[in-house]
């Protein structure tokens, strides 16, 4: 073959593996298989099956179309998913890729396909890390240098080293096997130096490509995996601040009944401990609001108790389409306190509060209204922008709402953890006329009726990002 055909024929083969590799990673189902550490055999047989097929097919047009030699790197892709799969998948994957070559009586193909799938799969089973694997790279004139330099003047085992020089071994073996056995197996050779090591480089190169795009994959997976984690974390540290606090704030409600009004304090005990046991069974980050309104209802119980019938009034006018909307948990009820300690309770005659749901397109309007002292424009203001001198436990920055305690903070920082600028808090008040939040948030669509925390929040941001 000449030289310059086996160049390109070298440039082509890059970009075979290069599209095999990115197209067989788009699959979530084949990324499930090909990242997994341990896998059984049956999961074995499908990672070959969804790389050896593609690879098999090229040799296949190998043999159909003469002037197409390129299409063939079954060698390298047996290495590839002996290393990505152990021996057993090696040997599979030989058997596959070679089938298509013993039509053409290339007896070879198989045991040397064979030989090259286990010997790559014991690598991955010799490798100290499964980081070793996925950080090969065909640059490893650095390996080398940095080998040389850890080594010198100890000599010590270097995996990537190792795995290299066993490519470049095996490569050679099959061009020995192919020129004492011309036709019975497929290879590619020039008797110009340059060119030969242009060949032994490509072998490298289109077995180190489809492992960097999957690393790249694996990375990215393994990064939203980490959002997920810290959003989880965030999360938790808001829910942890909410729970003391609606707590103290009812066993203060209960202590002013305990001396005047014990059987109703102990009304307000058996309503809570109905209230923490929910508390305790529920830990997932999203509810149906409908849950979150019975909830609030059991704190409206209490407060209710506390005030009198005749100074806290509820009203609901809630769409029934909206019941069944995912929502935060204990979202609303840091509001609903809210209202309650300082929009009505400064009031004498007391007040009532309005709660309001509705669906506008992709979104869920959720309104909490009291007809309080309400607020000042500053405290509006200060509720509507981030505090620049207070940051929250993981360095970012808070929002603070003055006289209105670690509510509307809290509400307003979950908002931004979940959903990010895809949900609003707006706030309008009139002095001694009432205060009114309205929540916007996104419609979310989740797998389960009660989805975990991890899973509900990363999904939240995902369906939510512009």
């Not at 704190?299 to 005749?310: C, K, M, P, S």
């Not at 929540?439 to 995902?462: C, F, G, H, K, W």
Request: aromatic content about 8%; charged content about 20%; some cysteine.
């Amino acid at each position: 073959m000449d030289s310059k055909l086996i160049l390109i024929t070298l440039l082509i083969r890059m970009g075979v593996a290069t599209a095999i590799a990115s197209a067989v990673v788009r699959s979530r189902y084949i990324k499930s298989l090909l990242f997994r550490e341990r896998r059984t055999l049956w999961q074995t047989v499908q990672l070959v099956l969804v790389l050896g097929i593609p690879f098999a097919t090229g040799v296949w047009i190998r043999g159909s179309v003469k002037s197409f030699v390129a299409a063939d790197v079954s060698f390298e892709s047996v290495i590839i998913m002996g290393i990505m799969g152990g021996r057993v998948a090696g040997i599979l994957g030989a058997l596959l890729c070679s089938f298509p070559a013993l039509f053409r009586h290339e007896w070879l193909a198989l045991p040397m396909d064979v030989a090259a799938g286990y010997v790559a799969g014991a690598f991955r089973e010799l490798a100290p890390s499964r980081e070793d694997i996925w950080s090969f790279s065909p640059m490893v004139d650095l390996s080398f240098y940095r080998w040389i330099r850890r080594n010198f003047p100890v000599p010590r085992y270097d995996w990537q080293v190792a795995f290299f020089i066993s490519i470049l071994v095996l490569q050679f073996v099959r061009q020995v096997l192919g020129r004492a056995f011309p036709g019975y197996i497929f290879y590619l050779y020039s008797p110009n130096f340059w060119i030969e090591v242009a060949i032994f480089a490509a072998s490298i190169a289109v077995i180190a490509i489809p492992i960097k795009i999957w690393n790249a994959t694996r990375i990215e997976i393994k990064l939203e995996e980490q959002e997920r984690l810290v959003l989880q974390a965030r999360l938790d540290a808001l829910q942890s601040q909410i729970n003391p606090h609606f707590l103290f704030n009812t066993l203060n409600s209960i202590s002013s009944l305990v001396r005047f009004k014990p059987d109703e304090a102990r009304e307000l005990v058996v309503k809570l401990a109905n209230i923490l046991r929910a508390l305790l069974k529920k830990h997932d980050a999203f509810v149906k609001l409908r849950d979150e309104i019975e909830f609030i209802d059991n704190y409206l119980d209490i407060e209710v108790v506390r005030f009198g019938q005749d100074k806290l009034r509820v009203r609901k006018e809630l769409d029934a389409e909206t019941l069944d909307v995912i929502v935060p948990s204990m979202l609303l009820q840091p509001l609903v306190e809210n209202s309650i300690k300082h929009g009505i309770s400064p009031r004498i005659e007391g007040g009532s509060i309005v709660m309001r749901s509705r669906l506008r397109k992709e979104k869920v309007i959720i309104e909490i209204e009291d007809d309080g002292v309400g607020m000042l424009p500053q405290e509006i203001s200060s509720a509507m922008q981030p505090d620049r001198g207070a940051q929250n436990g993981d360095g970012s920055e808070g929002m603070e709402l003055a006289g209105a305690g670690i509510g509307m903070q809290n509400v307003a920082e979950r908002l931004n953890v979940l959903y990010g600028i895809n949900a609003k808090m707006q706030i309008s008040s009139k002095r001694d006329r009432g205060t009114k939040v309205t929540l916007e948030l996104p419609l979310v669509q989740t797998n389960s009726d009660n989805p975990s925390a991890a899973s509900a929040i990363y999904e939240a941001r995902s369906n939510t990002r512009v």
